[in-house]
T-cell receptor, first 114, second 112 residues
Framework: AQSVTQLDSQVPVFEEAPVELRCNYS??????LFWYVQYPNQGLQLLLK??????LVKGINGFEAEFNKSQTSFHLRKPSVHISDTAEYVC????????????FGQGTELSVKP | SAVISQKPSRDICQRGTSLTIQCQVD?????MFWYRQQPGQSLTLIAT?????????ESGFVIDKFPISRPNLTFSTLTVSNMSPEDSSIYLC?????????FGPGTRLTVL
């Protein structure tokens, strides 16, 4: 079975500051990793995904994440955030043999202040 | 990609009643998933619904409480039966295509 832990429930940052949202997972088999974003009053939207290949994955809106197998982490980063990045960010994992069934983390609320 | 719609978008129900949530996809998909997000908690998978077979339920969820129908490749329903206030949640359906999962807008259910 897989599990996902997002260590920070809330992350407040100032506009134009860098941000890192942490995600750790556990699994006994190979996994695929995802970050989703949910803006206020909107549905979940895929931000980026790691399936294979390069461990540094770039997504929409300037976000990127790095898959670290030894540390079982998939942290999300952005070098300079905007007010419009204020949203809930959710990390998710699925194993290669799970047919797409996702296990989600608890989510991190990113709040960008002017 | 896949575009998913859900009905109703929100509802307020009385204890002991049932609500059926509909999920419509704009393309044919094999696997559909139903999730629940209780206040302050992560998304939790309720069941996987494949067309032509019975849904597969996750630990802690049973068919009598959450019956699911999957009559064709573009549609599914989830019923929340004999509701209690603990069932107050957002219910989401999703589909998986090529390892990317798309989500509906959700149904916000409040049980009084």
């Amino acid at each position: 079975a897989q599990s996902v832990t997002q260590l920070d429930s809330q992350v407040p940052v100032f506009e134009e500051a860098p941000v890192e949202l942490r995600c750790n997972y556990s699994s006994s088999v190979s996994v695929y990793l995802f970050w989703y974003v949910q803006y206020p009053n909107q549905g979940l939207q895929l931000l980026l995904k790691y399936l294979s290949g390069s461990t540094l994955v770039k997504g929409i809106n300037g976000f990127e994440a790095e898959f670290n197998k030894s540390q079982t982490s998939f942290h999300l980063r952005k070098p300079s955030v905007h007010i419009s990045d204020t949203a809930e960010y959710v990390c998710a994992v699925t194993a290669y043999n799970q047919g797409g069934k996702l296990i989600f983390g608890q989510g991190t609320e990113l709040s960008v202040k002017p | 990609s896949a575009v998913i719609s859900q009905k109703p978008s929100r509802d307020i129900c009385q204890r002991g009643t049932s609500l059926t949530i509909q999920c419509q996809v704009d393309s044919q998909v094999t696997m559909m998933f139903w999730y629940r997000q209780q206040p302050g908690q992560s998304l939790t998978l309720i069941a996987t619904a494949n067309q032509g077979s019975e849904a597969t339920y996750e630990s802690g969820f049973v068919i009598d409480k959450f019956p699911i129908s999957r009559p064709n490749l573009t549609f599914s329903t989830l019923t929340v039966s004999n509701m209690s206030p603990e069932d107050s949640s957002i219910y989401l359906c999703s589909v998986s295509t090529r390892l990317e999962q798309f989500f509906g807008p959700g149904t916000r259910l409040t049980v009084l």
